[in-house]
Structure formats: C-alpha cells, structure tokens
C-alpha cells in the first residue's frame, strides 16, 4: 500500500489526471429545468409547427394594409437629414482642401530654404563641406566581387563563420 501512495506522489501528472477525472464526475448533476423557459421540442414539431401556420395564413390572406402619410413625413425629413450631412459633408472637404493648400505653400518654402542653405554649403574648396562618396548598385556588387577575388582563397578560410 506505502509503495501505491509512493508511485502517486512521484508522479504529479497522474495525480491531476485523477483531480480532473473526479471533479468532472462529481460536478455532472442534473440541473432542475426553468419553469419560464418552454419545453424544447424536436426539429419535426417545430416544422409540423411552421406547416400550419403557413396553411392557416394562405387561407386567410389579409389584404395589405393602407399606406400612412407618415411615410411622407420621415422621407421629407430624411431629405432635410441628407442635406443637412451634404452641407457638412462639403464644408469638410473645402477645409480639408484649404489645409492642403497650406502644407504644400510650406512644403515648397521649406525645400527652397534647404536649397539656399545647400547651395551657400556647397563650396567645392570648403574644407568643411565635402561631398562624400557616392555608390551606385553596380558599383557595390563590383565590390563584393572584387573582395571575393582579391582576398584570400577559400581554401585557406575557416569555414566555422559560414556555419552559424
């Protein structure tokens, strides 16, 4: 017996299995059923159910009812809504149009302050401002290439950095 209580306290998964196992078991009791809440019924009652109150209702068609002058109201005060979203709609538009017009007057003044500034720099004999090198995509493969030629063999290289 000491060695069946042994083999579970070494084995905590199977102690949660067993937990999980028996709250399972003990929490299935039935619940007693609602008094406000219907019966539940089979899917051929409720269908049977459908098929005759769609014969009752073909039976006794009803005629369609008269339309009401509140009909004309709500259509008189959705065109006045529609305006309304339309005038708002437009003034939105000519704000954001007007903005627009002011980010780019100072986009051009900011880019024609860079360019004076650049071209007041842009002195070739300043020692201060040189104009630094400038590599093209084909003049960067090249140099890859030419890494690869003039360096030393692939033979003489470890090949522990390639591994990673």
Avoid: C, H
């Amino acid at each position: 017996m000491g060695d069946f209580i042994d083999f579970f306290l070494k084995n905590p998964f199977l102690i949660i299995v067993l937990i999980g196992i028996l709250t399972s078991m003990l929490g299935k009791k039935k619940k007693p059923q609602d008094p406000n809440t219907p019966p539940k019924k089979k899917w051929q009652e409720v269908m049977q159910e459908l098929q005759g109150e769609m014969q009752q209702g073909n039976q006794q068609q009803r005629p369609a009812p008269a339309p009401v002058r509140k009909v004309e109201q709500q259509a008189a005060q959705a065109a006045e809504v529609i305006d309304e979203t339309t005038n708002e709609a437009n003034k939105r538009i000519a704000e954001l149009r007007r903005l627009q017009q002011k980010y780019d007057q100072e986009r051009l003044y900011q880019k024609a302050k860079a360019d004076q500034l650049t071209s007041t720099i842009a002195d070739n004999n300043s020692p201060v401002y040189r104009k630094g090198p400038s590599f093209g995509k084909k003049q960067l493969i090249d140099g890859i290439i030419m890494s690869e030629v003039l360096g030393p063999p692939r033979a003489k290289r470890s090949l522990q950095r390639s591994r990673r």
